[in-house]
């Protein structure tokens, strides 16, 4: 069966430090993945997308990368500060409708 | 520009009773989701509608669980004889195309 799988339930890093969150996923050929942020309380925010040809894409202090024979996409955020804590999830898109991993929950220590 | 709404943002109802829970897209938007997200859990999809093609309802757990989108636009999700485990948040997103998705704030759902 399909599976997506983020690295850990929760991540923390201190300010300033680059947070490196893992999505990997099994008996997919997404055409793409997204990354979505969560705050307590609200409905997920689209961050970025990446094509199954592109290896990179960037947004300010994001980064995502995508390796279709690894099967996993890595999300960074460099120069982390408090107001990134927040879920971070990964979706893939393999039948026209995003399937969601359970996320990572990121806390940036002051 | 308004985004995603839902209504009600909070839903405390007896078990066996039915509820229905609203969702306005974007306008233009031709997709709509809903999704279903337990207490510290990932978001678990239940339907989808694209356009006038028929609804992907692959995602419904059981048949207690009906959606209609009337006229392209606004969303109801019905869920009959509600149970306790139905308690959860409920969301609704809507999108231009495949791509990025643009959610609600979503409706709390609580069962006693």
Do not use: M
């Not at chain 1, 309380?41 to 592109?54: A, Q």
């Not at chain 1, 099967?71 to 409708?97: E, N, R």
């Amino acid at each position: 069966s399909q599976k997506i799988e983020q690295n850990s339930e929760a991540l923390n890093i201190q300010e300033g430090k680059t947070a490196t969150l893992t999505c990997n996923y099994t008996n997919y050929s997404p055409a793409y993945l997204q990354w979505y942020r969560q705050d307590p309380g609200r409905g997920p925010v689209f961050l970025l997308l990446i094509r199954e040809n592109e290896k990179e894409k960037r947004k300010e202090r994001l980064k995502v990368t995508f390796d279709t024979t690894l099967k996993q996409s890595l999300f960074h955020i460099t120069a982390s500060q408090p107001a990134d804590s927040a879920t971070y999830l990964c979706a893939l898109d393999p039948f026209g409708q995003l399937t969601f991993g359970s996320g990572t929950q990121l806390t940036v220590l002051p | 520009g308004a985004g995603v709404s839902q209504s009600p943002s909070n839903k405390v109802t007896e078990k066996g009773k039915d509820v229905e829970l609203r969702c306005d897209p974007i306008s233009g938007h031709t997709a709509l989701y809903w999704y279903r997200q337990s207490l510290g859990q990932g978001l678990e999809f239940l339907i989808y509608f694209q356009g006038n093609s028929a609804p992907d309802k692959s995602g419904l757990p059981s048949d207690r669980f009906s959606a209609e989108r009337t006229g392209g636009s606004v969303s109801t999700l019905t869920i009959q004889r509600t149970q306790q485990e139905d308690s959860a948040v409920y969301l609704c997103a809507s999108s231009w195309t495949q791509n990025e998705q643009f959610f609600g704030p979503g409706t709390r759902l609580t069962v006693l």
